[in-house]
C-alpha cells in the first residue's frame, strides 16, 4: 500500500497556550493519497478552515501556540518545520485557495505582480508568458491586459479564478480549498468545480476540499469526513457515507438534502445550534441534540471500523440504510 | 494580562487625581498662594539641602511646590469639567440635530465642522485669548470653541446609524414628537460614543489649558495651573529643577492615565473609532 | 477624482476666506486697532485722524472687501511695532526657519514611527512590543512645552552635548525637532502598528505566505504597503499638529520662526503681523492637505478609479 501524502494524527488547536484554554480541533485525525480528493464538511464553525490553515502553519500565532498533535507531510512533521523548509513546503507542494477571495488579493498590487511572485519561485524562465499562461489555464479572457488590472477591478468569479491561478503557479502536489463556490453564483459555481475538476486531472494533485455541500462532495469527493464541534465523526468512500451512512449527525444532514442534487444547497439547520468553541459538551459533542443518545453519550464515543474505510466515532451508530426519499 | 493591569492602573491614578482635587487642598497644611521669604527655591524633600516641611520643594516665592500642584489638579479638574459639558452639549446638540434632519442643513453644518477641524485652532484659541485676557472664563470658552466640533462629528454620525432603527421608526409611527424623540430614543443610544469622545478629550483639555497657561494667556497668576508652573520654574530651570519638572510630570501622569482609559473604553464601546485618536 | 481635487480646492478656498473673515472681525470689533496704535498722550484729534486715515469709519462690510483686496494683492499692511516691517515680508523671512524644522522633525518622525510600529507588530507581545508602547503612550501624554524644557535641563545644561536654544547648524535643530515630533511619532507608531496588525492577519498576507514567500517579502511588500495608507491619511494631520506645535516649541527654543512671530505678534497684539501670520499658516494648512489628496491617488489604486 502507497504512504499517505498527508497523515493528520490527533491534532487539537486551542485558544492559546494553556492546556484548559478551550479548543478549535480536538484530536483530529485523517489520511489522504496521492491524487486522492478528501472532502470535508461540517456547519459553520465546526472547525474546517482552522484545520485546513493548519497544515500550512497559517493559524494567528495565538492558535499556532495551542497547536498539540502531528501533521506529517510526506512522513515530515510540518510543526518541526524550520521557517525554511516550511516555505519550500508552501506553495510548491502544499497550496491552498483560502475562504474569501475578495480579500484573498493585495488591493494595492496589480494581478501580474502578484501572480509573477508566486511564478517566480517555481523557476519559469519567462515570468509573463507564464502568467499568461496560468491565467489562461484558469479560463480567464485576453489575459495579458487582466495582468495590469487591480483586484477591485474585478469581478468575484474573475478574483476566485485568480486566486487559484496563483494557488496553481507553483505545481503543487495537495491543493487545500476552503469553500471555494459559496461566494459564488449557482451557476459560476458549477463551472468552476468543473475547472477545478479539470485542473486536479492536469496536475495530478490530491485535493483538500471543505465545502458546507453534500451536492459538491458528491461532484468532486473520493472521500467525505464530516466534522462536528471540532472532530471528525465519520469518514469514508463518498458512495459508502450517502448509501449508508451511520452517524447520526451524518444522517440528519444527508437527510435534510434536498434529492436532487443539481441544485447544491448549503447545509441545512439541525434542530438546535452547534456548540460555540469553549462551550462544547463533553462525551459525545452531538448528543444534546442527537435523537439517538443515551446517557452513555455523555463519555467519548468509541471509534469503530463498521466496513473497509468507513470510520465513526459513536456509540450507537445507525445500520439502517439512509432512505433518500 | 498586561492590558488588563494597565488599565486598572490608570483608572487607579485617574481616582486619585480627582480624590486629590476635591480634597486634597482640605488636607494640606500649606497655602499654595502664600511663600515665606526664607524658603524660597528650597530642593525636595530627597534632594541636598531639601526638608520634609516641604516634600516637593518651593519655588521662588517660597510657595509650597505640592500644594500647588494639589490646587492646580483643582483648577485642571474644573477646566475639563466645564469645556466638555460646553463643547459636548453644543456639539451634541448640533450633531444630532444635523444627523436627525439631514437635507441641506446637515450638508451645510458638517462642511462647517470639517473647516473647524482644519483651521489651525490653537492659533485662534491664542489669538483669542490674547484679546479678551487671561481669565478662566475665557479659558474655557476658547477650549471649547477648539473642541466642539469632535462631538458634533460623533453625535451626528451615530445618529444617523440610530435614526433608521426599528425602535425609532416605531416610536415616530406610535406619534411620538420629533424633540421626545431624540431625548428618549436617539440620545440614549449615542451617549456611549460620547463618552469615549469626552474621554479621549480629557486629555486633550489638560494639555491645551496647560499649554495656554504656559504661554501666559490662560488661567491667570497667581493660582497655580500647572502649565503656568512650568512656565515660572523655566526660568531658572538650571537652579531648581523642581518647579518646572514635577508639575509637568502631574500633567504626563494624568494624561496617560486618561488616555489608557480612553483607549480601553474605545475597544470595549465603539471598535470603529481606534486608531482615530491622532 | 478631478471632480474631487476640484471640490476640495473649493473647500480650501472657503476656508481661506473664512478664516480671514474670522480674523478681521476679531481684530477689528475686539481688538480696538485705534487705541493700539496711538501713544497715550495722543489727542482726540489725532484719534480721529487715525480713524480716518485707517477707514474706520466706513461700514464694517466695506472695511473687509477693502482688507481682503489689499491682502489679495501682497499688501497686509505694517506691523505696528517700532520697526514699521511690512508685514507679508515679516513672515515670509521667518518661513524657512520654520519649515526647515517641521521638515526635520516630519521626516525622522515618519522614519521613526514606521520603523517603530512595524517593529511592535512583528514581535507582539513581547517586551519589544511593550517598549515601543510605552514610548507611545509618554509622547502622547507629554504636553510639547513641559518636554522642551526637559530636554534643555537634560542635553544641554546637565550633559552640555547641544546647544540650549537659538537657530543655526544641525545641533540645534536635535531638541526642537525632537519635541515637536514626539506627539505625531507617537501617533504614528500607534497607527501603524494597529494597521499593521490587521494587515498581518489578513486573507491577502495568507496568500502571500500560502506562495511560499519569506517572512521579510511577507512584512516588506505585501503588509507595509497597505498599513502605510491610514498615515497617509493621517497625514495633513501631522503636519497641522507640526504648524500649530510650532508656536509652543519655537517659543521655548528660541526658534526664529513664523510660530514664534505669531506667539509674539499675539503678544503684542501686533494685528497686521497676526492676521498674516494666521492666514498663512492656514494656507499651509490647506496646501498640506491637498498634497495628502495627491499622495493618496498615487500609493491606493482604488482610490485612482473612484469619482
Ligand atoms: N484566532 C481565533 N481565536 C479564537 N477563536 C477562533 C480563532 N479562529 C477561529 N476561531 C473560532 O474557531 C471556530 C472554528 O472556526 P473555523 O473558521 O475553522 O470554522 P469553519 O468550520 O471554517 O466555519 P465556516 O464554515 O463558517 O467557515 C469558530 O467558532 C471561530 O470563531
Ligand atoms: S455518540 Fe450518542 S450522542 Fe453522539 S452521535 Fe452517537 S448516538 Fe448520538
Ligand atoms: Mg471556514
Redesign the pocket.
Known amino acids: 500500500m502507497t504512504e499517505p501524502l498527508l497523515s493528520i494524527r490527533d491534532l487539537t488547536v486551542r485558544?492559546g497556550k494553556h492546556p484548559e484554554a478551550p479548543s478549535?480541533l480536538d484530536r483530529v485525525s485523517l489520511d489522504l493519497m496521492p491524487g486522492e480528493t478528501l472532502g470535508l464538511v461540517?456547519?459553520?464553525?465546526?472547525?474546517?478552515?482552522?484545520?485546513?490553515?493548519s497544515v500550512l502553519r497559517l493559524?494567528?500565532p495565538?492558535?499556532a501556540a495551542g497547536t498539540t498533535g502531528q501533521i506529517l507531510w510526506q512522513g515530515r512533521d510540518v510543526q518541526k518545520m524550520s521557517a525554511r523548509q516550511l516555505r519550500r513546503i508552501r506553495g510548491e507542494e502544499i497550496s491552498m485557495i483560502l475562504?474569501d477571495p475578495m480579500a484573498s488579493l493585495n488591493p494595492v498590487q496589480s494581478i501580474g505582480v502578484q501572480l509573477r511572485e508566486a511564478l517566480r519561485r517555481s523557476g519559469k524562465r519567462n515570468l509573463s508568458a507564464a502568467a499568461e499562461a496560468a491565467l489562461a489555464e484558469v479560463n480567464i479572457p485576453s489575459p495579458a491586459d487582466r495582468l495590469r488590472a487591480y483586484p477591485h477591478q474585478m469581478s468575484g468569479g474573475m478574483r476566485q479564478r485568480i486566486v487559484s491561478a496563483i494557488g496553481l503557479a507553483q505545481d503543487p502536489n495537495l491543493l487545500i480549498c476552503?469553500?471555494p463556490t459559496t461566494a459564488l453564483d449557482a451557476t459560476i459555481q458549477y463551472q468552476f468545480l468543473e475547472l477545478l475538476a479539470a485542473l486536479r486531472a492536469a496536475h495530478d494533485m490530491a485535493m483538500l476540499f471543505?465545502t458546507?455541500d453534500f451536492g459538491v462532495v458528491a461532484r468532486i469527493c473520493d472521500r467525505v469526513a464530516v466534522?462536528y464541534a471540532?472532530r471528525i465523526v465519520e469518514t469514508g468512500p463518498v458512495a459508502e457515507i450517502f448509501a449508508r451512512p451511520a452517524h447520526p449527525y451524518t444522517r440528519a444532514l444527508l437527510a435534510s438534502v434536498p434529492s436532487t442534487r443539481h441544485a447544491p444547497r448549503r447545509l441545512p439547520v439541525i434542530e438546535g445550534q452547534p456548540p460555540?468553541?469553549g462551550n462544547r459538551p463533553r462525551g459525545c459533542p452531538f448528543h444534546p441534540r442527537c435523537a439517538a443518545a443515551t446517557d452513555q453519550c455523555q463519555s467519548v464515543p468509541p471509534r469503530a471500523e463498521i466496513r473497509p474505510g468507513h470510520v465513526l466515532d459513536c456509540w450507537h451508530p445507525q445500520e439502517i440504510a439512509h432512505d433518500p426519499a | 494580562m498586561t492590558r488588563d493591569l494597565s488599565f486598572k492602573l490608570a483608572l487607579g491614578l485617574l481616582v486619585v487625581f480627582v480624590l486629590v482635587a476635591l480634597f486634597g487642598p482640605y488636607l494640606l497644611e500649606h497655602d499654595p498662594l502664600r511663600g515665606s521669604l526664607r524658603a524660597r527655591l528650597d530642593p525636595p524633600a530627597w534632594a541636598e539641602g531639601g526638608s520634609a516641611e516641604h516634600l516637593l520643594g518651593t519655588d521662588r516665592l517660597g510657595r509650597d511646590v505640592l500644594a500647588r500642584i494639589v490646587q492646580g489638579a483643582r483648577i485642571s479638574l474644573a477646566v475639563c469639567l466645564v469645556v466638555i459639558a460646553i463643547a459636548g452639549s453644543i456639539g451634541t446638540a448640533l450633531g444630532t440635530f444635523s444627523g436627525y434632519v439631514g437635507g441641506w442643513v446637515d450638508r451645510v453644518l458638517m462642511r462647517l465642522v470639517d473647516l473647524a477641524l482644519s483651521l489651525p485652532v490653537i492659533l485662534l484659541a491664542l489669538l483669542f485669548a490674547a484679546v479678551v485676557g487671561p481669565s478662566f472664563l475665557n479659558i474655557v470658552i476658547v477650549i471649547s470653541m477648539v473642541l466642539w466640533s469632535q462631538y458634533a462629528r460623533m453625535s451626528r454620525g451615530e445618529t444617523l446609524r440610530v435614526k433608521n432603527e426599528d425602535y425609532v421608526d416605531l416610536a415616530r409611527t406610535s406619534g411620538l414628537g420629533h424633540v421626545a424623540i431624540i431625548f428618549r430614543h436617539v440620545l440614549p443610544n449615542i451617549a456611549p460614543s460620547l463618552i469615549v469622545v469626552a474621554t479621549l478629550q480629557v486629555g486633550v483639555v489638560i494639555v491645551l489649558e496647560a499649554s495656554l497657561s504656559f504661554l501666559g494667556v490662560g488661567v491667570p497668576p497667581p493660582n497655580p495651573s500647572w502649565g503656568g508652573m512650568v512656565a515660572e520654574g523655566r526660568s531658572y530651570i538650571v537652579t531648581a529643577w523642581w518647579v518646572s519638572a514635577l508639575p509637568g510630570i502631574a500633567i504626563v501622569l494624568v494624561v496617560m492615565a486618561v488616555n489608557v482609559v480612553g483607549d480601553a473604553l474605545t475597544d470595549r464601546i465603539n471598535p470603529g473609532l481606534r486608531g482615530r485618536g491622532a | 477624482m478631478l471632480k474631487h481635487l476640484a471640490g476640495r480646492l473649493a473647500e480650501a478656498l472657503v476656508a481661506l476666506v473664512l478664516m480671514s473673515l474670522v480674523i478681521f472681525l476679531l481684530s477689528r470689533v475686539i481688538g480696538d486697532p485705534v487705541a493700539l496704535l496711538l501713544s497715550d498722550s495722543a489727542t482726540e484729534a489725532d484719534r480721529q485722524l487715525l480713524i480716518q486715515q485707517l477707514g474706520l469709519d466706513r461700514p464694517m462690510w466695506q472695511q473687509y472687501f477693502t482688507f481682503l483686496g489689499n491682502a489679495l494683492q501682497g499688501d497686509f499692511g505694517q506691523s505696528v511695532t517700532a520697526g514699521r516691517e511690512d508685514a507679508l515680508e515679516l513672515v515670509l523671512s521667518r518661513l524657512p526657519a520654520s519649515l526647515s524644522l517641521a521638515g526635520v522633525a516630519l521626516a525622522f518622525t515618519l522614519v521613526l514611527g514606521i520603523l517603530l510600529g512595524v517593529l511592535a507588530a512583528i514581535t507582539r507581545g513581547t517586551l519589544a512590543d511593550l517598549a515601543v508602547r510605552m514610548l507611545a503612550l509618554l509622547g502622547q501624554s507629554a504636553p510639547s512645552f513641559w518636554l522642551g524644557i526637559m530636554l534643555i535641563y537634560v542635553f544641554a545644561v546637565h550633559l552640555g552635548w547641544l546647544p540650549t536654544s537659538g537657530f543655526g547648524g544641525p545641533a540645534y535643530y536635535v531638541l526642537p525637532a525632537l519635541t515637536l515630533g514626539l506627539f505625531t511619532l507617537a501617533a504614528i507608531t500607534r497607527l501603524v502598528r494597529a494597521s499593521m496588525l490587521e494587515a498581518l492577519s489578513s486573507e491577502y498576507v495568507k496568500l502571500a505566505r500560502i506562495k511560499g514567500l519569506s517572512e521579510w517579502s511577507v512584512v516588506l511588500r505585501h503588509a507595509l504597503g497597505n498599513s502605510l495608507i491610514p498615515v497617509v491619511t493621517f497625514m495633513g494631520t501631522f503636519f497641522a499638529t507640526m504648524i500649530t506645535g510650532a508656536v509652543v516649541v519655537e517659543t521655548v527654543f528660541a526658534w526664529p520662526g513664523i510660530g514664534r512671530l505669531a506667539y509674539e505678534s499675539i503678544m503684542a497684539r501686533d494685528f497686521p503681523v497676526i492676521q498674516t501670520v494666521v492666514l498663512v499658516i492656514t494656507a499651509f494648512f490647506i496646501l498640506a492637505n491637498l498634497i495628502v489628496d495627491l499622495l493618496y491617488l498615487a500609493i491606493d489604486p482604488r482610490m485612482r478609479a473612484a469619482g
Open positions: 485558544v478549535i461540517g456547519e459553520s464553525g465546526s472547525g474546517k478552515s482552522t484545520l485546513g490553515m493559524n494567528s495565538r492558535l475562504q476552503d469553500e471543505i458546507h466534522m471540532g460555540a468553541v
